[in-house]
């Protein structure tokens, strides 16, 4: 097990102590009743806890939101006693980010400790201030020795099963802040627009499934009110706020941030939409993401305003957080016998082998929010990811894959590996040349994990072209299986600093880990 900087239990419970504060006034209302309207008399308050993101080794971004105007202050401190603090003056929020704001903050020690709060003051008069929110979080280590450990998963909120409080809402949460990881990867559909909450709904087994319900959860997300409404949902639960006070995260999407199965220029045929143009919704569904979300590359004055970064956790890890949605081709029977556009985009396939090139981190996680030999249908003809099912030489959006892995080859790029989630089960696919239509590439593997709190369905079927083998797979027999009649899943990567072996565990909840496998360092194949 890799050795890195625990926070004392005791400590912990200090450090948060005042973020559970100030959330505890955010009490989960009534099933079936509205999110609470929050009152502005009085001082400003921050009751939708706080968020880390994009955390580096001396570097990261804090997020918070108010309930009115304010001025985001933020102080940083190696002690949870906040001597010697340092004061970080952040930007005023209001209504035109949805009383949401970001401050970053730089030149901080590696491998530590950082304990922070975040204080909104009145911007009429800066001494009238709310309650801090407490949180704390781990820089990335400086040298090698320290290792790292992180979490991955995705798919929240979806098919119908929201909040509970009958089993105590997301437990999946309080679970893995207890693993004390360093950081926490989602690998996209952090919200279902598209997925209606309703207030209970009736299992196979005749129990009822009870949610927290929410205006903006009541119908398919299409004004920017109604996006920001989705984002806010999760961040009802409290065991979400704990875990975001505790838990740095890197933040992808996928395509429920905005609709299911969507690609650019696409125009709906769905009649619960009375905007039509899925680019409207995307560009609403991205203002609201950039609110509610630390990203470091969406922040404006980041002036880019993408999805896709690398972020760089120390000697041993760099993730390469891919964006498979807002570049890619329509989806189609995937049959072109030539695509240069695919699932990534040109330009954004031209970065990625760039970036992996001048990588000098042991490990190189691409961070994907699609599986790549995983067959995923739209409808009866069309694939909505990498794969569409034909064995044979690579065709469609397999093209831009296969010259992806071709160069990763032929550049001789070490440490690769492929974690996703999307598709509600969790498994292991190995991918070798040996097996596969398409031979000119190195092995490799692909781990899938999910959902946290969605419907879990069958595994899909497996494409050839690249050979994969799936090595352990845990899935229902029956689609949209509830949060109450399975574990949801989770995965944790352990890279321990001395032998620089990278450990995957594929976890359920409740503690059991369902398959591991350790791989080796610089070694091709594995």
């Given at each position: 097990m890799s050795y890195r900087p625990r926070i004392p239990s005791l400590d912990r419970r200090g450090v948060l102590r005042g973020s559970l504060a100030a959330s505890a006034a955010l009490t989960l209302p009534v099933v079936g009743a509205a999110a609470p309207a929050f009152a502005l008399s009085g001082r400003p308050r921050a009751a939708w806890g706080v968020q880390v993101g994009d955390v580096t080794s001396s570097s990261a971004l804090v997020w918070v939101r108010s309930d009115r105007p304010a001025r985001m202050v933020v102080e940083t401190s190696a002690t949870e006693s906040f001597r010697r603090a340092r004061t970080w003056h952040g930007p005023l929020v209001s209504s035109g980010t949805d009383y949401t704001g970001t401050t970053p903050l730089y030149g901080l020690p590696p491998g530590e400790q950082v304990h922070y709060r975040v204080t909104l003051a009145d911007p009429e008069d800066p001494r009238r201030t709310g309650e801090p929110v407490y949180g704390t979080f781990r820089t990335a280590p400086a040298r090698r020795r320290d290792g790292v450990r992180f979490l991955w998963s995705g798919d929240i909120a979806g098919q119908g099963w929201g909040i509970n409080p009958d089993i105590g809402g997301y437990?999946?949460?309080?679970?893995?802040?207890?693993?004390?990881?360093?950081?926490?990867?989602?690998?996209?559909?952090?919200?279902?627009?598209?997925?209606?909450?309703?207030?209970?709904?009736?299992?196979?087994?005749?129990?009822?499934?009870?949610?927290?319900?929410?205006?903006?959860?009541?119908?398919?997300?299409?004004?920017?009110?109604?996006?920001?409404?989705?984002?806010?949902?999760?961040?009802?639960?409290?065991?979400?706020?704990?875990?975001?006070?505790?838990?740095?995260?890197?933040?992808?999407?996928?395509?429920?941030?905005?609709?299911?199965?969507?690609?650019?220029?696409?125009?709906?045929?769905?009649?619960?939409?009375?905007?039509?143009?899925?680019?409207?919704?995307?560009?609403?569904?991205?203002?609201?993401?950039?609110?509610?979300?630390?990203?470091?590359?969406?922040?404006?004055?980041?002036?880019?305003?993408?999805?896709?970064?690398?972020?760089?956790?120390?000697?041993?890890?760099?993730?390469?957080?891919l964006d498979m949605r807002s570049f890619r081709n329509a989806n189609s029977p995937g049959r072109q016998p030539d695509d240069t556009t695919g699932i990534l985009g040109a330009e954004q396939l031209g970065w990625l082998k760039h970036e992996?090139?001048?990588?000098?981190?042991?490990?190189?996680?691409?961070?994907?929010?699609?599986?790549?030999?995983?067959?995923?249908?739209?409808?009866?003809?069309?694939?909505?990811?990498?794969?569409?099912?034909?064995?044979?030489?690579?065709?469609?959006?397999?093209?831009?894959?296969?010259?992806?892995?071709?160069?990763?080859?032929?550049?001789?790029?070490?440490?690769?590996?492929?974690?996703?989630?999307?598709?509600?089960?969790?498994?292991?696919?190995?991918?070798?040349?040996?097996?596969?239509?398409?031979?000119?590439?190195?092995?490799?593997?692909?781990?899938?994990?999910?959902?946290?709190?969605?419907?879990?369905?069958?595994?899909?079927?497996?494409?050839?072209?690249?050979?994969p083998d799936r090595v352990f797979v845990r899935a229902p027999d029956r689609a949209n299986v509830s949060p109450m009649e399975t574990p949801q899943y989770f995965g944790e990567v352990d890279i321990d600093g001395h032998s620089g072996e990278l450990t995957v565990r594929l976890r359920a909840q409740g503690g059991s880990v369902l398959f591991s496998k350790v791989l080796h360092p610089g070694r091709v194949g594995q």
């Amino acid at each position: 097990m890799s050795y890195r900087p625990r926070i004392p239990s005791l400590d912990r419970r200090g450090v948060l102590r005042g973020s559970l504060a100030a959330s505890a006034a955010l009490t989960l209302p009534v099933v079936g009743a509205a999110a609470p309207a929050f009152a502005l008399s009085g001082r400003p308050r921050a009751a939708w806890g706080v968020q880390v993101g994009d955390v580096t080794s001396s570097s990261a971004l804090v997020w918070v939101r108010s309930d009115r105007p304010a001025r985001m202050v933020v102080e940083t401190s190696a002690t949870e006693s906040f001597r010697r603090a340092r004061t970080w003056h952040g930007p005023l929020v209001s209504s035109g980010t949805d009383y949401t704001g970001t401050t970053p903050l730089y030149g901080l020690p590696p491998g530590e400790q950082v304990h922070y709060r975040v204080t909104l003051a009145d911007p009429e008069d800066p001494r009238r201030t709310g309650e801090p929110v407490y949180g704390t979080f781990r820089t990335a280590p400086a040298r090698r020795r320290d290792g790292v450990r992180f979490l991955w998963s995705g798919d929240i909120a979806g098919q119908g099963w929201g909040i509970n409080p009958d089993i105590g809402g997301y437990v999946v949460y309080d679970e893995m802040r207890r693993l004390d990881p360093d950081f926490f990867l989602c690998s996209g559909d952090n919200i279902y627009a598209d997925g209606v909450i309703e207030p209970s709904v009736n299992l196979p087994d005749g129990r009822v499934w009870r949610n927290i319900t929410t205006e903006e959860k009541a119908k398919v997300a299409e004004t920017l009110a109604e996006y920001r409404g989705n984002f806010r949902y999760n961040l009802l639960d409290e065991n979400v706020r704990r875990f975001n006070a505790q838990v740095p995260s890197i933040v992808q999407w996928d395509d429920h941030e905005v609709r299911n199965n969507w690609y650019p220029g696409q125009i709906l045929d769905d009649s619960r939409y009375t905007e039509k143009n899925v680019d409207v919704l995307a560009a609403r569904s991205t203002r609201a993401f950039r609110e509610y979300f630390p990203v470091s590359t969406l922040r404006a004055s980041a002036g880019e305003g993408r999805m896709h970064r690398v972020v760089r956790h120390g000697p041993l890890l760099d993730v390469f957080v891919l964006d498979m949605r807002s570049f890619r081709n329509a989806n189609s029977p995937g049959r072109q016998p030539d695509d240069t556009t695919g699932i990534l985009g040109a330009e954004q396939l031209g970065w990625l082998k760039h970036e992996l090139s001048r990588s000098r981190a042991v490990w190189k996680v691409i961070a994907a929010d699609m599986p790549l030999g995983l067959v995923v249908t739209d409808g009866a003809t069309d694939f909505e990811a990498v794969a569409q099912g034909d064995p044979g030489a690579p065709l469609g959006r397999e093209l831009q894959i296969a010259e992806l892995l071709r160069y990763i080859k032929h550049r001789k790029i070490t440490g690769t590996v492929w974690l996703t989630a999307d598709v509600h089960y969790t498994s292991a696919q190995h991918y070798d040349p040996e097996r596969a239509a398409f031979k000119d590439f190195a092995p490799f593997w692909e781990f899938v994990s999910g959902p946290l709190a969605a419907g879990q369905f069958p595994a899909n079927a497996l494409d050839a072209t690249f050979g994969p083998d799936r090595v352990f797979v845990r899935a229902p027999d029956r689609a949209n299986v509830s949060p109450m009649e399975t574990p949801q899943y989770f995965g944790e990567v352990d890279i321990d600093g001395h032998s620089g072996e990278l450990t995957v565990r594929l976890r359920a909840q409740g503690g059991s880990v369902l398959f591991s496998k350790v791989l080796h360092p610089g070694r091709v194949g594995q």
